[in-house]
């Protein structure tokens, strides 16, 4: 199983930045593809951010330019660096991790609890 760990989130005035972090642990043999993905009140989940194993990465629209996401593989962690915060990027942000437990295993997705950014204007 893998579990993921959120941090980082909280309230910030619009303009701000926030780092958030997510640590996977448990008893897994690889971690694929990280992501960030959030869902505000009365709207779906969505995807902010992707990263694959070799650090290519792909971003919503509303998010290029002002997030970045990376990854320590090292300590199976992805981050989501975020500038230049808006009002409409409140929300719930939750880390989802694409692994498999055994070599010969299905990939599965794992995902967080969530964190919650708020940011005020």
């Known amino acids: 199983q893998v579990q993921l760990v959120e941090s980082g989130g909280g309230l910030v005035q619009a303009g701000g930045s926030l780092r958030l972090s997510c640590a996977a642990s448990?008893?897994?043999?690889?971690?694929?593809?990280m992501a960030w993905y959030r869902q505000a009140p009365g709207k779906q989940r969505e995807s902010v951010a992707v990263?694959?194993?070799?650090?290519?990465?792909n971003y919503a629209d509303s998010v290029k330019g002002r997030f970045t996401i990376s990854r320590d593989n090292a300590k199976n962690t992805v981050y989501l660096q975020m500038n230049s915060l808006k009002p409409e990027d409140t929300a719930v942000y939750y880390c989802?991790?694409?692994?498999?437990?055994?070599?010969?295993?299905?990939?599965?997705?794992?995902w967080g609890p969530g964190t919650q950014v708020t940011v005020s204007s």
């Open positions: 989802n991790a694409v692994g498999r437990t055994t070599r010969s295993s299905p990939n599965r997705n794992y």
């Open positions: 990263i694959l194993s070799g650090s290519s990465a």
């Open positions: 448990g008893s897994f043999f690889s971690i694929n593809a």
